[in-house]
């Protein structure tokens, strides 16, 4: 089977497995659990499938990857949401280990600004409700900063398909962590988990493609 056609295949499973998910968390399953960590593993098993070069880049997405689902697993308790906060912070962190490794440190002051703004006044008002968990969001945030800064200027230092879903893919998380703090330090929204999960899933997935794009050296 052609690379192309796997990813397809693969693409639709991870879709059908996180509608499924999403529908379990609107109802209140107990199999939500499980349909939740079903599809993280099938978004970091896309990755696996890749063949060719980049097989640091490759190792390094998969623990990412990992790491996310580490994450996934523990925010399922809300007794947890600290640990699950560190296991997205280190994911985040080999996110950006990976995309600097591909064309080096992007310095691009006028996105890493922008971010920045962003991501102070998100943090200003969040701020007072933040209670103890002050100094654990701030480095969060900045370290989530860090991650959309050097998926985006990798995009517009060489714009290829590949770089583009990176770029994609770390703007949805950025939007998704955002609705989490909103939705537990503000105010919880309708619909919520449906607006978290599906933007969240087309982040790790679209970053997961860039993945077997790159790895398999199907961007040229």
């Known amino acids: 089977m052609k690379d192309s056609k796997i990813r397809i295949l693969w693409n639709t499973l991870i879709i059908l497995s996180a509608c499924i998910s999403i529908a379990l968390d609107f109802f209140n399953s107990p199999y939500y659990g499980l349909g939740k960590s079903l599809t993280t593993i099938l978004v970091i098993l896309l990755p696996v499938l890749a063949r060719g070069k980049h097989r640091v880049f490759k190792r390094i997405l998969m623990v990412a990857l ?6 996934d697993i523990l925010l399922l308790n809300p007794n947890y949401f600290v640990y699950g906060l560190a296991a997205f912070l280190v994911a985040h962190l080999l996110f ?5 490794g591909l064309i080096g440190w992007q310095k691009n002051p006028t996105v890493a600004l922008t971010l920045l703004v962003i991501g102070i006044a998100l943090y200003s008002w969040l701020y007072p409700d933040l209670g103890g968990l002050v100094w654990p969001v701030a480095l969060y945030v900045l370290v989530i900063l860090c991650m959309a800064w050097q998926g985006i200027a990798l995009y517009l230092k060489e714009k290829t398909k590949a770089h ?9 998380f950025l939007f998704s962590d955002s609705m989490i703090a909103v ?12 607006v978290v999960l599906s933007t969240y899933w087309l982040a790790i ?16």
């Open 205 to 220: 997935a679209l970053i997961a493609n860039a993945g077997y794009l790159i790895i398999g050296a199907g961007d040229k």
């Open 96 to 100: 950006v280990k990976g995309f600097v």
């Open 183 to 194: 939705s537990k330090f503000k105010n919880p929204f309708e619909l919520s988990g449906l």
């Open 164 to 172: 583009g879903l990176i770029a994609l893919g770390v703007l949805f």
């Open 66 to 71: 990992c790491f996310c689902l580490l994450g």
